[in-house]
């Protein structure tokens, strides 16, 4: 997981640097999204490429689920990802046009959950289907299982507008961004330690896609300290 979504990332902080007119580093909270560190390279007088990477974690997971509630998720559904949502890896990167201390633009993310315990009462009611009904894999006991393993990526696209705050010390300020994200792809697998669910992991897979491409709007707050690297 860390080489397929953070490699791009790396590969783009090598590169930029030699690009940029500045530089700088951010240490960004973005609620409910991540808390993690930013790399921005100014390519000229207005336009900026923006690139981070970072977690997923309680309180921010939480809201996320809170989010997905009030949008009218159906319960049944917010229970089974619950878990999923406590851990995640986030990847983002964004262009960015800048005017005076303000700035819009854009950004894609990529929202790898680690994966949790979904309850296989609830799956079961939920999809009416029975797990034993599935096929052991080779070598394991048939048991019974109280939890499955859910885990999900989210593609996320949307847009901000934040303003720039200078501190006195030339080097830092403070910046605060208000964005706006919603769901463009999902891919979800539901697997479990004794069976093979490959089938019923697709149906998972379409259904919670359905629910993320209609009910992930997730509004974030990012207040990011930064450092300015080089001379400006």
């Known amino acids: 997981m860390i080489n397929k979504y953070w490699l791009p990332l790396i590969i783009c902080v090598a590169f930029l640097p030699g690009r940029a007119q500045h530089s700088s ?93 979904a309850p296989t009462a609830l799956v079961e009611d939920y999809f009416n289907t029975s797990i034993n009904s599935y096929p052991t894999t080779k070598g394991r006991a048939p048991t019974n299982e109280k939890y499955l393993n859910l885990k999900s990526t989210l593609y996320q696209a949307g847009i901000l507008y934040g303003r720039r705050f200078p501190l006195k010390n030339k080097r830092f300020e403070i910046d605060a961004e208000f964005g706006m994200s919603a769901n463009v792809s999902s891919k979800s697998e539901l697997t479990s330690e004794v069976r093979n669910l490959a089938t019923l992991s697709t149906v998972v897979d379409k259904e919670l896609a359905s629910y993320y491409s209609e009910y992930a709007f997730v509004p974030s707050l990012t207040v990011c300290f930064v450092y300015k690297l080089g001379r400006w």
Not at 81 to 104: P, Q, S
């Open 25 to 117: 580093l951010r240490v960004m909270a973005e609620v409910p999204v991540q808390f993690g560190l930013g790399y921005e390279a100014r390519l000229s007088n207005h336009f900026s490429v923006a690139l981070s990477a970072g977690v997923l974690t309680p309180p921010n997971s939480t809201l996320i689920i809170d989010v997905l509630k009030k949008l009218g998720t159906d319960e049944q559904i917010t229970l089974m990802i619950k878990d999923a949502f406590k851990f995640g890896l986030v990847g983002e990167g964004g262009v960015n046009y800048h005017f005076r201390r303000n700035y819009v633009g854009t950004f894609v993310q990529v929202i790898a959950l680690h994966g949790g315990d």
